[in-house]
């Protein structure tokens, strides 16, 4: 298994601005993930992350918006840049640590004003 | 994107009976499927997985069954108890997560 810890837990957002949430997993894991969950819908994978490459990012989502880094096996950030109300959501981060399986970290609440 | 449906967005049952979550898939090419659990505030939580190749997996009071001429599994949670509220998630891949279905279990 892997204890995944994101930052920040939540934060509120002028529109316009940028925030980047941080990741850290407490065991070295090839693959990371990003996922958006907004209000009442399920979850939606935005980019995988790789330890040496460039996200491989779902279609719908570009990197302009949402660069991601990679620096190492137990950390990734993801950017939300000029935000809009439209991205107020819940962002999270995943790796996996087994086979198939993926670990979660507690999300990151975001409110764009 | 309707690959994976859970029809079903919320089920109530009570405590010590049987808990049956459902999940409806199109694409016969899957070759896994996880059942994630998620409490309020929280991440989602591995719960039990089954292969494609397989038709039952069993863990505990959870077991997951698999129907692939109808593409459809579902998740057996026996007894339900009150800690077994939470919403839970069907996903044949990291791609593809069903919409959920919140279960109340009351005691």
């Known amino acids: 298994s892997a204890v995944i810890s994101q930052k920040p837990s939540r934060d509120i957002c002028q529109r316009g601005t940028s925030l980047t949430i941080q990741c850290q997993v407490d065991s070295q894991v090839t693959m990371m993930f990003w996922y958006r969950q907004q209000p009442g819908q399920s979850l939606t994978l935005i980019a995988t992350a790789n330890q040496g490459s460039e996200a491989t990012y779902e279609s719908g989502f570009v990197i302009d918006k949402f660069p991601i880094s990679r620096p190492n096996l137990t950390f990734s950030t993801l950017t939300v840049s000029n935000m809009s109300p439209e991205d107020s959501s819940i962002y999270l981060c995943?790796?996996?640590?087994?086979?198939?399986?993926?670990?979660f970290g507690p999300g990151t609440r975001l409110t764009v004003t | 994107d309707q690959q994976v449906k859970q029809n079903s967005p919320s089920l109530s049952v009570q405590e010590g009976r049987i808990s049956i979550l459902n999940c409806d898939y199109t694409?016969?090419?899957?070759?896994?499927f996880l059942w994630y659990k998620k409490y309020p505030a929280e991440g989602p939580t591995f719960l039990i997985s089954?292969?494609?190749?397989?038709d039952k997996n069993e863990d505990g009071r959870f077991t997951v069954f698999l129907n692939k001429s109808a593409k459809h599994l579902s998740l057996h949670i026996v007894p339900s108890q009150p800690g077994d509220s939470a919403v839970y998630f069907c996903?044949?891949?990291?791609?593809?997560f069903g919409a959920g279905t919140r279960l109340t279990v009351k005691p």
């Open positions: 694409n016969s090419m899957f070759d896994y």
């Open positions: 089954i292969s494609s190749i397989k």
């Open positions: 996903a044949p891949s990291q791609r593809r």
């Open positions: 995943s790796a996996r640590a087994g086979p198939y399986e993926q670990y």
